[in-house]
């Protein structure tokens, strides 16, 4: 990717001006039909159509700040071109053939948002869906023009920081992030107090073993109308901050801030997803309904056998990022 200066908040203003979401051609798809299709993956199945407690405690439904805004901190949507992107993935994940020596990339190259947590297996699939070929004997680095890159072995440039191969703390981190940023039943979609949301992040950690990680309750988190959550990956620290004035994705919708389209999916991936129990392949399918024709990072489906439900995550900014994580149901 060239870089010409611009700042990142100058990126963010820029793809906010131009947002590619608002001026989609967004097909919605025919009520009766999909509910049709739930009915028929509800039938499928023997197991309870009423799942467990959630992850974050869910009051009325509201966001707060940026934290619904910008998915992953946002810039990652600056990057992309043609879906998948042959400039790679700004702040996220570069997936390149050619990557040059002083970070220049070339028209074998793909990216965007980091998917699983796993930046070459994220590549892989970035790759395929770019129609580009696989990166053979890959390898993830960051550098001084790209946070996350992954390329061939042999062109790897000098002076790059190589990433140790993706283990089960890294999945969970990058479950940490999207739950955070999670319009269906993430923290942003309610009015925490500082001492909820302080449990509610670190029940979330307990949750997902990541025991090296810290809650900080920042000094001034009292002062806002609620409290939200940060992530800090580097630090391996949730921080508790003051938010507010919070107002709900309704309102946002009414007063023209949010395209009405992500109430309607948010909305559908909950009834559909997080309010039932179904596996992957049948959540798979309700995304796949409930996204119609609005341009969408993929979809990613991340196999968790020991989880009795799936669970989806969705997080918007520039564009659309729905994960789901959850069993793969038996075969025959």
């Known amino acids: 990717m060239q870089h010409d200066g ?8 820029a793809l906010r001006a131009a947002d590619p979401l608002a001026r989609a051609d967004l097909d919605r798809v025919d009520p009766d039909a999909l509910l049709a299709l739930r009915t028929a993956v509800l ?8 799942r467990g407690p959630r992850r974050w405690a869910r009051r009325a439904a509201a966001v707060g700040g940026a934290l619904a805004l910008l998915v992953g901190g946002g810039a990652a949507y600056a990057g992309y071109q043609d879906w998948y992107g042959s400039d790679g993935g700004a ?23 980091a998917l699983t947590g796993d930046p070459v297996a994220d590549c892989a699939r970035y790759q395929e ?22 390329v061939p072995r042999d062109r790897v440039p000098d002076g790059a ?14 479950e940490l992030e999207s739950s955070v940023h999670d319009l269906v039943d993430g923290p942003v979609t309610g009015c925490l107090d500082p001492a909820a949301a302080a449990a509610a992040a670190q029940a979330e950690l307990d949750r997902l073993s990541l025991g090296d990680w810290e809650v900080d309750v920042d000094e001034d988190a009292g002062t806002g109308a609620c409290a939200g959550v940060v992530v800090d990956a580097g630090g ?16 946002l919708v009414a007063r023209g801030d949010v395209v009405p389209e992500v109430l309607e999916l948010r909305d559908e991936l909950r009834t559909g997803i997080a309010d039932t129990c179904l596996d992957l392949t049948e959540a ?12 969408h990072w993929p979809t990613s489906a991340v196999e968790d056998p020991a989880a009795a439900c799936t669970r989806v995550d969705l997080e918007v900014g520039g564009s659309i ?3 789901l994580r959850g069993p793969r149901p038996a075969a025959g």
């Open 161 to 174: 920081e190589l990433l140790d191969p993706a283990g089960p703390a890294d999945l969970a981190a990058q």
């Open 43 to 50: 039938a499928s199945g023997a197991r309870p159509a009423v």
């Open 321 to 323: 990022q729905v994960t």
């Open 129 to 150: 869906l770019a129609g580009l070929p696989p990166i053979e004997d890959p390898v993830a680095f960051r550098d001084a023009w790209h946070p996350v890159v992954v």
């Open 236 to 251: 391996r620290r949730l921080t508790v901050v003051a938010t507010g004035p919070v107002e709900s994705l309704e309102t």
């Open 284 to 295: 798979e399918a309700v995304v796949a309904q409930a996204l119609g024709t609005a341009h």
């Open 6 to 13: 611009t700042s990142t908040d100058d990126l963010v203003t």
């Open 91 to 113: 702040d996220g994940i570069t997936c390149s053939l050619d990557y040059g020596p002083l970070g220049e990339t070339g028209e074998l190259t793909s990216g965007g948002p």
